[in-house]
T-cell receptor, first 114, second 116 residues
């Protein structure tokens, strides 16, 4: 079974500062995908960034980047130059390469403070 | 980008009645759709996976006779909560996967169900 753990239920960051959200996972799979989703107050799930496990290079999307450590089964999200609109719940998610089901972590509620 | 809609966005129903929630892929054909349930301040829990033209596959602990899922076309899946009770009150989210996609899924905006 796959499990995803987010150990930080709540975090806050000053506007324009950098924050890192942690995620670890457990799997016996070798090929898989990892995701970070953002869920703002509107509740719409928004894909932030995706990492394919066979790629060693960490994914980057503008202000968002990940630190993917496959051996340690760690997948943290770094948000640079935090903006008020980044305030949301952030979910780390795992997907097998052969399957299409998401396994979500419990989420981290991020608040950006003006 | 791919868009998934849900209707209604909010619904209030009386205990014992049934309510239907629709999930539509607007600009792509969704061979597979997923239904999630989310309680306040909690994560998304997968309820079932449906493939067009086939019976849905339910996750362990989800009552298939209570949560009826129909995926009759490549753009529409419905979730019917039968004989709803207050404990069924929750936020229901669907996602859709396009045929041939390895991992791309698109989420609907969710439906808030309140059973009184």
């Amino acid at each position: 079974a796959q499990t995803v753990t987010q150990s930080q239920p709540e975090m806050s960051v000053q506007e324009a500062e950098t924050v890192t959200l942690s995620c670890t996972y457990d799997t016996s799979e070798n090929n898989y995908y990892l995701f970070w989703y953002k869920q703002p107050p509107s509740r719409q799930m928004i894909l932030v960034i995706r990492q394919e496990a066979y790629k060693q290079q960490n994914a980057t999307e503008n202000r968002f980047s990940v630190n993917f450590q496959k051996a340690a089964k760690s997948f943290s999200l770094k948000i640079s130059d935090s903006q008020l609109g980044d305030t949301a719940m952030y979910f780390c998610a795992f997907m097998k390469n052969t399957g299409n089901q998401f396994y979500f972590g419990t989420g981290t509620s991020l608040t950006v403070i003006p | 980008g791919a868009v998934v809609s849900q209707h209604p966005s909010r619904v209030i129903c009386k205990s014992g009645t049934s309510v239907k929630i629709e999930c539509r892929s607007l600009d792509f054909q969704a061979t597979t759709m997923f239904w999630y349930r989310q309680f306040p301040k909690q994560s998304l829990m997968l309820m079932a996976t449906s493939n067009e033209g086939s019976k849905a596959t339910y996750e362990q602990g989800v009552e298939k006779d209570k949560f009826l899922i129909n995926h009759a076309s490549l753009t529409l899946s419905t979730l019917t909560v039968t004989s709803a009770h207050p404990e069924d009150s929750s936020f229901y989210i669907c996602s859709a996967r396009e045929g041939g996609s390895r991992y791309e899924q698109y989420f609907g905006p969710g439906t808030r169900l309140t059973v009184t």
